[in-house]
C-alpha cells in the first residue's frame, strides 16, 4: 500500500491533530453568521476553493465546506483539480498513490475512477503540490462519512485539457456509478494592490458565474491575471455544464490576505459554490 505523505503540514495548515481542528473551527465560527447555509438543500455539484495558508484563505474556504457539510447529499469520491505550481509530471497527472496522509487521518485514492480516467499516473506531480492537498484536511474536518479521493494535477491549464478532464471524469464516474463533487482549487490575484486585485480578479468571476469556461482562461491572460487555477476552474464549469441543462454558481466570499495581516501586497482568495 503506497501512502503519500504530507508536504505541506506544519506549513500552510497545522501538524497537530488538536491544533488543526481548533484553528479550523475557530475560523468556522468567526464565519458561521455569514455563511449561505440554504444553498445546502441545492444539488451540489462543485466549488472553487482557494488553497493557501489556513490563516488566511480558510475564512473563504470553510462557506463551502459548510455547506457541504450540512447538505442531505452525500458524495463517493471528491475530485481534486488542482494546478500545478512545481513543474513536475505531464500536462495532466494522476497521483499513483493507494491513499493520502494528513494528521486527520488517511484517505483512500479512487484508484477504479482513476484507471478509467486514462490520464498518466505520476507520484511526482503531487510529491511537493501543496494546492491539492490543502483541500484534504479540510474534507476530513468537515465531511463525516467515508469518501475517496481522486486528486489531478494540471499543469498545462487551457481549454482543450479543460474539456478533456471534464468529460472524461463524466464518462468514468458515469460508468462505475460515482456519485462525485468536483473541486476547483485556486487562488485569485497574487501580491497586489487590494483594489486592483479586486477589480482584475471579479473580470474572470463574472465569467465563471456566467459558465464562460473558455473566458475564463481568456480573460486571465488578456488582462494578466495571476490567478493560478483558471484551468481547474473552467473545468469545473465545463463539468458543470455536462452534468446539468441549467448550472448555477453563487459566489460564498470574496477576500484577501491583508484583511488577516495588514498589508497592501495582498493575495485575493474566493470561495464559489456551484449547484443546479
Not at 473558455?214 to 491575471?225: G, L, M, P, R
Request: net charge neutral; charged share 25%; glycine share 4%.
Amino acid at each position: 500500500m503506497k501512502i503519500r505523505k504530507p508536504a505541506v503540514s506544519g506549513k500552510f495548515y497545522p501538524s497537530d491533530k488538536k491544533d488543526l481542528r481548533k484553528l479550523l473551527d475557530r475560523i468556522l465560527n468567526s464565519e458561521k453568521r455569514n455563511i449561505k447555509t440554504e444553498l445546502n438543500e441545492k444539488r451540489i455539484i462543485g466549488g472553487v476553493v482557494p488553497h493557501a495558508g489556513y490563516i488566511y484563505s480558510a475564512y473563504q474556504a470553510v462557506h463551502f465546506f459548510e455547506i457541504l457539510k450540512s447538505s442531505n447529499q452525500t458524495f463517493d469520491t471528491f475530485i481534486i483539480l488542482n494546478p500545478n505550481h512545481t513543474g513536475y509530471g505531464a500536462e495532466i497527472s494522476i497521483d499513483n498513490n493507494d491513499q493520502w496522509e494528513t494528521p486527520l487521518g488517511i484517505v483512500d485514492v479512487d484508484i477504479e475512477l482513476a484507471q478509467l480516467t486514462d490520464f498518466t499516473f505520476s507520484s511526482d506531480a503531487h510529491k511537493y503540490e501543496h494546492s491539492g492537498e490543502v483541500m484534504l484536511p479540510l474534507l476530513q474536518h468537515f465531511i463525516q462519512y467515508d469518501f475517496q479521493i481522486l486528486p489531478v494535477t494540471m499543469s498545462v491549464q487551457n481549454f482543450y485539457n479543460a474539456q478533456l478532464i471534464a468529460n472524461r471524469i463524466y464518462f468514468a464516474a458515469k460508468k462505475l456509478n460515482r456519485k462525485i463533487c468536483f473541486i476547483a482549487s485556486s487562488d485569485f490575484s497574487h501580491f497586489v494592490d487590494p483594489e486592483y486585485g479586486k477589480k482584475q480578479d471579479f473580470k474572470v468571476i463574472e465569467k465563471i458565474l456566467s459558465f464562460q469556461s473558455e473566458d475564463i482562461i481568456k480573460t486571465v491572460k488578456a488582462n494578466n491575471i495571476s490567478m493560478c487555477g483558471y484551468g481547474p476552474v473552467a473545468t469545473l464549469t465545463e463539468f458543470a455544464q455536462i452534468i446539468s441543462d441549467k448550472p448555477k454558481a453563487k459566489l460564498l466570499k470574496f477576500g484577501h490576505s491583508g484583511e488577516v495581516h495588514y498589508s497592501n501586497d495582498v493575495v485575493d482568495y474566493a470561495s464559489i459554490l456551484v449547484y443546479e
